[in-house]
């Protein structure tokens, strides 16, 4: 999957923009406020539907416009497809070659995106909620099924809640619910462990180049059951043990809602023992191994990095150029040129993109 062209119409900075990007490399250099990570947002949005920072589509819209529109050319091998995305203050419009899409997760096989933005850097110390999306979005992008499972759990995990806070309790349906929750349960955390295990072999590989350090790194699977055998008798009690809990708190407070994952470097915690450098670079092998894990070329995904190369040290800066000139197309921000790219670069002015000439 490759972003050929672009053309947004109020979205941010840009009142109107239309661009034409490289197969491989993208390096977007310019001042402070110029507008790098607003055009990588719109290519984010592009997977999603959804910014990586706007928490309102009203942001994202030219402050002197009443709505933003992005429109992309994406290829897939020799398939080539438009996406259209409309945002308004009360909501968006999304279209594929404009024939309206109602489920966004069928962007996701149109464009697959991985990237790093700054905030990313506190990924392992911040919240556990943060791992957990970064986890659920992951693996949905590489496999539809465990969004549907997704989406199955958390309306059950609803009704579960609705029943708890009901004035008539009524238990038969807490336990009928609580006995669908568990088999769903299961098959998310067998999903997150297979997933972990296929990320866990690709980890130490990408960590070396990018770091130039031998350590190991790895991510711990912190599941609320760790046992296939026994998974549903096992859960089962824990749900059972809680209940009185959870009817005094009116809210379910055990289950894979709850989950977490840990990184190692070594038999170090990163969370706990990893300076803000090693942090960086084991969360950017986090976020960009899983590109390691499709195998159909046509459908390798884009990469998009924001103002990462300014907090590298020389070695480091060589190495993750390298590494990313090898993938399928990247975009990486910077507010200057690096001496280890000679071309492909772009630059941002007032307001608007340009290809270097
Ligand atoms: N909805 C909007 N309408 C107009 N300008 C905006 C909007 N949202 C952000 N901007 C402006 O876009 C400019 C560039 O932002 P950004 O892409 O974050 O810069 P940088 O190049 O430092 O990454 C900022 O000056 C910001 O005020
Ligand atoms: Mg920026």
């Known amino acids: 999957m490759k972003v050929k062209n672009l053309r ?3 979205f941010r900075n840009y009142k109107s923009l239309d661009i034409d990007f490289y197969d491989g490399f993208n390096y977007i250099v310019g001042d402070n406020a110029k507008g790098k990570t607003n055009l990588i947002e719109a290519i984010y949005a592009l997977s999603f539907a959804k910014s990586f920072r706007a928490s309102q589509n009203e942001e994202m819209i030219n ?21 259209e995305i409309q945002f308004r203050k009360e909501g968006k419009k999304v279209s594929l070659n404009k024939k309206p899409v109602n ?7 149109v464009i697959n995106v991985l990237s790093f933005i700054p905030k990313d850097t506190s990924l392992l110390k911040d919240s556990p909620r943060l791992r957990r999306n970064y986890l659920n979005q ?24 609705d029943a708890l806070k009901s004035i008539n309790l009524n238990l038969n349906l807490i336990d009928v619910l609580t006995h669908q929750i568990v088999k769903l349960s ?16 690709l980890l130490p590989g990408v ?138 670069y772009f630059i941002c002015g007032e307001n608007t993109i340009k290809k270097e000439q």
């Open 186 to 201: 299961k098959e998310i955390y067998l999903t997150r462990k297979r997933f972990i295990s296929d990320l866990n072999k």
């Open 207 to 344: 960590y070396a180049k990018i770091s130039s350090s031998e350590e190991n790194l790895s991510i711990k699977y912190k599941a609320f059951i760790d046992d296939e055998e026994k998974y549903e008798e096992k859960a089962l009690k824990i749900f059972t043990d809680n209940l009185n809990n959870d009817i005094k708190r009116k809210v379910t407070t055990v289950g894979v809602q709850k989950e977490d994952f840990e990184m190692y470097l070594g038999d170090r915690n990163l969370a706990l023992y990893g300076s803000q450098g090693e942090n960086r670079l084991s969360v950017i092998t986090l976020k960009l191994s899983p590109y390691f894990l499709v195998k159909d070329e046509d459908k390798l995904p884009v990469i998009i990095l924001d103002d990462v190369l300014s907090e590298l040290d020389k070695t480091r800066e060589k190495n993750l150029i390298d590494f990313l000139k090898n993938l399928n197309q990247v975009f990486i921000t910077n507010t200057k040129k690096s001496e280890f790219c000679e071309e492909n």
């Open 8 to 10: 947004l119409i109020n």
């Open 63 to 83: 402050k002197d416009a009443l709505f933003a529109t992005i429109n992309a050319t994406i290829t897939s091998g020799e398939l080539s497809k438009e996406i």
């Open 138 to 161: 992951t693996i949905s992008k590489f496999d539809k099924s465990y969004l549907f499972l997704l989406i199955s759990y958390e309306k059950l995990l609803k009704e579960r809640n």
């Open 103 to 109: 489920k966004l997760s069928g962007l996701i096989d």
